[in-house]
């Protein structure tokens, strides 16, 4: 069975930082791409970064040059390092598992993100 676990969400302030964990467990992390989600009320969820098996990434341009993503694949764990934050940043937040040959895309449960000016 296939797991995502979020943690590191909290409140700061504007120009904080935050670092967000997610750790999975159930499929062949090594050859999985993963990525950062976000939802902030009343809007869809978004792509924030994303980072293939081997360690590629991408960014939507809003977070460019403040947040990073990465992964460390003997902890099955994939991170995102928020810096510079500001209040629009201020969204739940939600790990995903792209879709790879030995299983299917899945979602993690989120965890909260808000930023005060």
């Known amino acids: 069975q296939v797991h995502l676990v979020e943690s590191g969400g909290g409140s700061v302030q504007a120009g904080g930082s935050l670092r967000l964990s997610c750790t999975v467990s159930?499929?062949?992390?090594?050859?999985?791409?993963m990525g950062w989600f976000r939802q902030a009320p009343g809007k869809q969820r978004d792509s924030v970064a994303t980072?293939?098996?081997?360690?590629?990434?991408g960014y939507v341009d809003s977070v460019k040059g403040r947040f990073t993503i990465s992964r460390d694949n003997a902890l099955n764990t994939v991170y995102l390092e928020m810096t510079r934050l500001q209040p629009e940043d201020t969204a739940v937040y939600y790990c995903?598992?792209?879709?790879?040959?030995?299983?299917?895309?899945?979602w993690g449960r989120g965890t909260q993100v808000t930023v005060s000016s």
């Open positions: 995903y598992k792209y879709p790879a040959s030995d299983s299917g895309g899945y």
């Open positions: 159930g499929v062949n992390f090594r050859v999985t791409g």
């Open positions: 980072i293939t098996s081997v360690g590629t990434t």
